[in-house]
């Protein structure tokens, strides 16, 4: 009697539509999961990701069961448990004696690697699958990159556009704009509120993973008090339906608006569900694109939201792909200070980098444009080192892996890929985070200062960036006439931008180890 499939299934790939599973017969297969401290430790990752990736997997599993597939399922603390992929998949290829693994790639480049090493490794035939749940299949995006040394979002955007059909008047892009942004950058209004996302209070098996998670990831980053997030594809789906009735209408306007104490905003908050597979991105756009056609939300709130998923989500996919290994290690602009240790703490006076710490650390997320323009903006201007941010990023977000982390973090954020990516560094002093949110009123510092005692940090150290990298940005058609500014102001008001980014740099103090990685491994 040949065995059975054998059919692992790996934590961001909780969808029965997945490619592995389509296609194979109930009676005639085994789905392996395993919960291994390998994935749980390669970073050490927010309490409150690996709670959610352990209770939607052990969910999954559930569903799968009652759906009538035969799931063998590993749990960490299992006694056996080898503690890795390869590991765990050689225990059950001697256990069922599989004719064939079945398996959709790994989403990382980590656990590709490792992935690619199977078919060598086991007495069985091995199938990689492609993951069909992106929109764009790998070679379509290397061959839309090949020959450009600029992969601008916005052209493969189009692309997108036009092979999904959405929002598309025939040939034409709907209203006749592929891209609304310019009415969605409204700064917050006084007393700007969103209606609350739909929360999930933690069920018996969330609970148990809960306890699991404190008793063995004590000392990673993050708190579990506030865990709300969907676990279930009807969870999932629920969340969704909340987004589309109460949400969306302002989702355009208000995307880059930061308001303190205000976590959510208009945002979805569905990329957690999105990456485990709990949902899929183009159902998801279909019905952002029926709210518009029935009249219950703008085209700008639409087109945006839209944008940010077949746009941005499976952009930096494929630029992932595309630039691997490169991009783990790029660093053109040189950047070498260690992250400072508030990034951990959250404690530091200024307000605006405070509150996204706080907001990261309580509910695992924080939104684009805090991530972008607070968070990351500070990183690239202190000229922190890509290693240290990109592991600061992969270890906070519930929603962090690295195939959408990376490309984020080191070619948006840190201009670190020489703007293959960005047509110029997303760098902006004081001005811009006091025109787009309310955090300035309650901070230390004050926008409106320029240099010395009481000044934004971000003034000074904006100046001190552009200095630093002139050779490099003058040339940039984007960024090169701000040069103009800074010769204008004369050499003595120079020299007080430089002193004061200066003697800022040189308070700060650096995260010490242990924080992101175990110190043993
Ligand atoms: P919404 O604002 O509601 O957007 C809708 C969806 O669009 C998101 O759910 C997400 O799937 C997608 N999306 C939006 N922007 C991006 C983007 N830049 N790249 C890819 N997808 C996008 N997103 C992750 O999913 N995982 C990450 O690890 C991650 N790291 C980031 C790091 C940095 C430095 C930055 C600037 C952005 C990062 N993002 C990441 C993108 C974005 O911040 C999050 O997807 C978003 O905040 C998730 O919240 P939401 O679901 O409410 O998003
Ligand atoms: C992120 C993560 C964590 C923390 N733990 C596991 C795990 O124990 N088992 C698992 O199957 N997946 C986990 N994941 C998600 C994986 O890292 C993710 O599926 C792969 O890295 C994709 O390449
Ligand atoms: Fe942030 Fe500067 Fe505003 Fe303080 S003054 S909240 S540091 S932008």
Redesign the pocket.
């Known amino acids: 009697m040949p065995g059975p499939v054998l059919v692992p299934i790996l934590g961001d790939q909780l969808s029965r539509q997945i490619a592995s599973i389509r296609g194979c017969a109930k009676d005639d297969t085994v789905i392996l999961m395993m919960e291994v401290w390998d994935e749980a430790t390669y970073v050490k990752h927010h309490k409150q990701k690996i709670a959610l990736i352990f209770s939607a997997m052990r969910h999954f599993a559930d569903e799968l069961r009652e759906a009538g597939w035969t799931v063998a399922y590993v749990k960490l603390d299992d006694k056996d448990n080898a503690g890795s992929f390869t590991g765990e998949l050689a225990r059950a290829v001697e256990y069922h004696s599989p004719r064939l693994i079945r398996v959709v790639e790994a989403g990382e480049w980590r656990v590709r690697q490792d992935m690619e090493q199977w078919p060598d490794k086991f007495p069985c035939d091995v199938e990689i699958l492609r993951d069909d749940r992106f929109i764009c299949p790998q070679p379509e995006f290397d061959e839309w990159a090949e020959g450009r040394t600029e992969l601008r979002m916005e052209f493969f955007y189009r692309e997108m556009r036009r092979k999904t059909g959405l929002l598309m008047d025939g040939d034409k892009p709907e209203g006749g704009e592929w891209n609304y942004d310019s009415e969605n950058r409204k700064p917050p209004k006084e007393g700007l509120a969103a209606p609350e996302r739909a929360k999930f209070e933690p069920d018996q098996i969330t609970q148990q993973v809960i306890e699991l998670v404190e008793d063995r990831f004590r000392d990673h980053f993050g708190s579990l008090d506030k865990f709300e997030w969907p676990v279930t594809r009807e969870e999932a789906e629920d969340a969704a339906d909340a987004?589309f009735a109460e949400r969306i209408e302002c989702?355009g306007p208000y995307?880059d608006a930061m308001v303190a104490g205000e976590d959510?905003l208009?945002?979805?908050?569905?990329?957690?569900?999105?990456?485990l597979g709990l949902l899929d991105?183009l159902d998801?756009c279909h019905r952002a694109e029926q709210a518009y056609r029935d009249g219950k939300a703008p085209l700008n709130s639409v087109e945006g939201?839209i944008?940010?998923?077949i746009?941005?989500?499976?952009?930096?996919?494929g630029f992932y792909w595309n630039q691997m290994p490169h991009l783990q290690t790029a660093n053109e602009l040189k950047a070498q200070r260690g992250l400072p240790e508030f990034y951990w703490t959250g404690e530091t006076d200024m307000a605006c980098i405070a509150d996204c710490i706080r907001s990261t650390r309580d509910n695992a997320?924080?939104?684009?444009?805090?991530?972008?323009?607070v968070?990351?903006n500070f990183a690239l201007l202190a000229g922190i080192t890509p290693r240290d941010?990109q592991d600061w990023?992969?270890v906070v977000?519930a929603?962090?892996?690295?195939w959408?982390?990376?490309?984020?973090?080191s070619a948006?954020?840190l201009y670190a890929d020489g703007g293959k990516l960005a047509s110029k560094p997303?760098a902006a002093s004081g001005n811009y985070i006091n025109k787009m949110s309310n955090y300035c009123a309650g901070c230390a510092y004050s926008p409106n200062k320029k240099t010395g005692e009481g000044a934004c940090p971000f003034n000074p150290l904006y100046w001190h960036f552009m200095h630093r990298h002139r050779d490099r940005l003058e040339k940039n058609r984007r960024i090169g006439r701000i040069y103009a500014n800074w010769d204008r102001m004369g050499s003595e008001k120079q020299q007080d931008y430089l002193r004061s980014a200066d003697r800022f740099l040189d308070t700060l103090t650096p995260a010490g180890l242990g924080w992101a990685r175990r110190e043993d491994g």
Do not use: C, K
């Open positions: 987004f989702f995307q959510d208009f945002h979805s908050m569905l990329s957690t569900s999105l990456n991105p998801l939201f944008r940010q998923i746009g941005w989500r499976e952009y930096v996919r997320h924080a939104h684009h444009i805090q991530r972008l323009m968070l990351g941010v990023f992969l977000y929603d962090a892996y690295e959408v982390e990376l490309p984020n973090v948006m954020i997303y």
